[in-house]
């Protein structure tokens, strides 16, 4: 095929899920669409609410065939309730909680919401087993540490999600649960034995092979003997040997965002690109950094690699395929009545633990206390003054607070402090011993994973910081 053929260039944008600014269509991907792009991977700031969102992707289906993805996992990582915070508990909950059951039905009643704005396929669920503490990137979005546990939620997850038509997205293959580093600033690296990985990293996504999970996203980690010294994401031994052949998946393959730096910033965009598809991914996931004009230069270094002999027309005529029989999978767009925020709630209150005893809040004086949002959670809103109407809340960054200042603040009435992942933290942990020191009868609420206990009088850990985790925190705090 030549580089003139407009069926390649048809075929490499197929391969493409493009991303956008905005919470219309621009003209430029309608136009994509037309000319044959996947889809489109959308962002908390293409989303307004619900109406705004479906008509959003009625627009989009009128141009084209588009996958329609977006990340909405529940928990502290949220796509449709990106302003607001998600009324669903999140995977460490779920974890905690532990009855597949209810994971279950959590993940249909996303699918419901999705299916209701028009998405067909959802980025989750993450089925990394976290392992380091010190996790920086996956945290309270793993069911948990244990490879059976996070197994069998995976696969509630995945009927979940798929008995309502929503594709799942299982990640991150090979696994992200074990690192230190986050890609997307740098390229992480699993230190993990072969058999290692597979006692533990590859428990889950062969459950989740199994169920029949319709996709799978790829890691950007490195892990030594597996890929091949670059990130997993253009290792054709991990996505080809690995998954396809040893595992005998046959689904899409889908990479994560291309344009997180452990790809962009090694091999660059169009590099990676190339690399990603020659390696095995169907779908090439772009995140909302690369303009219009890089999505082009990358569509003509795919076609230059195709007519240049450096990637096989074949693998994207593959590619496609796979994309095609996802498409046919998909039902059609409707209403679904599933009300997630009941169900979200109970789950979150059947997630949430208290430790010691809290006497009756006295004009409660609470500190929150900052936590740097991640790249993958994005600025969604946190905290705990919607159900402590009479309380003061402030929220102070640690390195900045003045702990003698805020103790005077909270002479003579209950005081409660707010933290999530404290135990990533040296400076949150060090302002939480200092007010703890003087205040040993308060109150320390725990939005994150439950690692670091300091002693207090009572202790709430609630595994996540959504509105549905916070809620059930603060009605155990006021019961």
């Not at 995945?158 to 986050?182: E, I, M, N, W, Y």
């Not at 006692?199 to 799978?216: C, H, L, M, N």
């Not at 091999?267 to 004009?293: M, Q, R, Y």
């Not at 959670?377 to 003054?385: I, L, Q």
Request: glycine share 10%.
């Amino acid at each position: 095929m030549s580089a003139a053929d407009p069926g390649l260039r048809r075929l490499a944008a197929g391969t493409l899920l493009a991303a956008f600014q905005g919470t219309t269509a621009p003209d430029w991907v309608l136009r994509a669409l037309e000319g044959g792009l996947g889809g489109v991977t959308l962002f908390g700031f293409n989303v307004a609410d619900a109406g705004q969102l479906a008509a959003l992707t009625r627009r989009l289906a009128e141009a084209g065939r588009p996958v329609v993805s977006l990340d909405e996992e529940g928990g502290d990582v949220t796509r449709l309730a990106y302003h607001t915070g998600s009324p669903y508990p999140g995977n460490a909950a779920l974890g905690a909680v532990d009855d597949p059951g209810l994971t279950e039905r959590i993940y249909r009643a996303i699918a419901g919401d999705l299916l209701s704005c028009g998405v067909n396929l959802d980025m989750g669920p993450v089925a990394d087993v976290n392992t380091e503490n010190d996790n920086p990137v996956i945290g309270t979005r793993s069911f948990g540490s244990a490879p059976a546990l996070v197994a069998r939620h995976t696969v509630a997850a995945v009927r979940g999600l798929q008995s309502l038509g929503v594709a799942a997205c299982v990640k991150h293959f090979p696994g992200h649960g074990a690192t230190r580093q986050d890609s997307h600033l740098e390229i992480p690296v699993v230190e993990a034995s072969r058999e290692l990985l597979e006692e533990r990293e590859f428990v889950p996504f062969r459950a989740a092979i199994e169920a029949g999970t319709k996709s799978i996203m790829t890691a950007h980690v490195r892990v030594p003997g597996l890929t091949e010294g670059r990130p997993a994401t253009l290792s054709p031994r991990t996505l080809t040997t690995l998954l396809r052949h040893e595992m005998g998946y046959d689904g899409v393959v889908i990479s994560d965002a291309l344009d997180m730096h452990a790809i962009s910033g090694s091999v660059g965009l169009s590099g990676g690109a190339v690399l990603s598809l020659a390696a095995g991914s169907d779908l090439l996931c772009l995140g909302p950094l690369p303009t219009p004009e890089e999505i082009e230069r990358l569509l003509t270094a795919v076609v230059d690699a195709v007519a240049g002999g450096r990637l096989p027309a074949a693998r994207l005529e593959e590619a496609n395929e796979r994309v095609d029989r996802l498409r046919a999978w998909f039902p059609t767009p409707g209403t679904y009545g599933t009300d997630g925020t009941v169900i979200g709630l109970d789950a979150a209150r059947r997630a949430v633990s208290l430790t010691g005893s809290a006497t009756p809040l006295k004009h409660p004086f609470v500190i929150e206390i900052d936590t740097p949002p991640t790249m993958a959670v994005g600025d969604v809103p946190w905290g705990v003054a919607p159900w402590l109407p009479e309380a003061e809340v402030v929220r102070v960054k640690p390195a900045e607070a003045d702990a003698a200042a805020l103790l005077g603040r909270a002479a003579g009435r209950s005081l409660v402090v707010v933290v999530k992942d404290a135990h990533r933290y040296a400076e949150t942990r060090a302002l939480v011993s200092a007010l703890l020191a003087a205040r040993p009868d308060a109150i320390v609420v725990e939005l994150g994973l439950p690692i670091w206990r300091p002693e207090a009088a009572a202790y709430i850990a609630a595994y996540g910081a959504a509105r549905a985790n916070t809620q059930a925190a603060m009605e155990l705090l006021t019961a």
